[in-house]
């Protein structure tokens, strides 16, 4: 079956940096654009990124651009996203979800904290 | 940047009720419109994608329609169970979320 599991959250002071991951198993990882959504605590849905299939197409959103940059290795089934100058309104629980379009399969996500 | 508004915010609802949900979209996202419902803690569950087609496992009581601007999530009777937040997507330019409608019990 889909597995998604991130991990990498955590506490972390702002201005610092984090690599969240995404362990992906039960489909070929190689064929799917994979996406990051996040959620703050008690708000909705965020778009973060989103990455093709070979990670030759990346895009993000305005509130995270040249701060946050998405990768992927295929050979062993990982999404990353590493984060960079954390600011306290990027705290949230960060989501991976499989697919381009819409996604039928979304990980349990991974809190990031950003405080001092 | 394409901009999805949900309304309402919130809903208040009884067991059996028939409950509509409506998102627009700042300008036209064809019929690229998914609904997703999420429960506290959880991660989003798609329930609709192409703004009318049922997910796979979904209950038939969930359904949607609409194009171009103008969408609607409806559940036909309410269950206990469809107590939860939901959420508009649009993915015609990567993907925007409305920012969401609770369902609470009345």
């Known amino acids: 079956q889909v597995q998604l599991v991130e991990s990498g959250g955590g506490v972390v002071q702002p201005g610092r940096s984090l690599r969240l991951s995404c362990a992906a198993s039960?489909?070929?990882?190689?064929?799917?654009?994979m996406h990051w959504v996040r959620q703050a605590p008690g708000k909705g849905l965020e778009w973060v990124a989103v990455?093709?299939?070979?990670?030759?197409?990346?895009y993000y959103a305005d509130s995270v651009k040249g701060r946050f940059t998405i990768s992927r290795d295929n050979s062993n089934n990982t999404l990353y996203l590493q984060v960079n100058s954390l600011r306290p309104e990027d705290t949230a629980v960060y989501f991976c979800?499989?697919?381009?379009?819409?996604?039928?399969?979304w990980g349990q996500g991974t809190l990031v904290t950003v405080s001092s | 940047d394409i901009q999805m508004t949900q309304s309402p915010s919130t809903l208040s609802a009884s067991v059996g009720d028939r409950v509509t949900i409506t998102c627009r979209a700042s300008?036209?996202?064809?019929?690229?419109l998914a609904w997703y419902q999420q429960k506290a803690g959880k991660a989003p569950n798609l329930l609709i994608y192409?703004?009318?087609s049922l997910e796979s496992g979904v209950p038939s009581r969930f359904s949607g329609s609409g194009s171009g601007t103008e969408f609607t999530l409806t559940i036909s009777s309410l269950q206990p169970d469809d107590f939860a937040t939901y959420y508009c997507?649009?993915?015609?330019?990567?993907?925007?979320f409305g920012q969401g409608t609770k369902v609470e019990i009345k």
């Open positions: 979800a499989k697919g381009y379009s819409t996604s039928d399969y």
């Open positions: 039960g489909f070929t990882f190689s064929s799917y654009g």
């Open positions: 990455i093709s299939y070979d990670g030759s197409n990346k």
């Open positions: 300008q036209s996202i064809s019929t690229w």
């Open positions: 192409k703004a009318s």
């Open positions: 997507q649009q993915y015609n330019s990567y993907w925007t």
